[in-house]
């Protein structure tokens, strides 16, 4: 009984480290301004993000090579995005005032993974114009 008790609360402590650290990386896109290139190629309103263009930005990811260093957040966005999603399914329910908030916090997952896309495709922009140069 001990042990599941250290076990469970530990769960929770890390939980609580986790939703803290992808919160973090939600507040440092926020202040990064989307540039009118990535705007135009995602097809997206920049103020106006939503948690249902998620999975397609995702998709967009994909296609662009990883320059390094952004994968780990963007899985880690990706796990707080489905928690937030049962979150959803669980709260929906019982506290509606939820909503609204589970909303705002799946658009700045999908704000995240756009800041992201929009730093892949700067990449590889400048890497063919360096291709090109040569």
């Known amino acids: ?26 507040a440092e896109s926020r202040a990064h301004e989307l540039s009118a290139q990535a705007v135009e190629i995602c097809g997206i309103e920049p103020h106006q993000l ?3 263009q998620f999975g397609r930005l995702l ?22 995005f489905n928690l937030l999603a049962f979150a959803k399914i669980l709260l929906g329910w019982a506290v509606p005032s939820a909503g609204p908030w589970i909303e705002a916090e799946r658009g700045g997952c999908a ?24």
């Open 1 to 26: 009984m001990i042990a599941v008790t250290i076990f469970f609360i530990s769960f929770l402590t890390l939980l609580q480290f986790f939703v803290s650290y992808c919160r973090s990386l939600i």
């Open 50 to 52: 939503t948690g249902d």
């Open 59 to 80: 998709q967009l990811i994909d296609l662009c090579p990883d320059p390094g260093g952004e994968r780990v957040g963007v899985r880690a966005v990706h796990a707080y």
């Open 111 to 134: 704000h995240v993974v756009a800041v992201v896309l929009d730093r892949r495709i700067a990449y590889n922009r400048t890497m063919v114009a360096q291709l090109a140069s040569r």
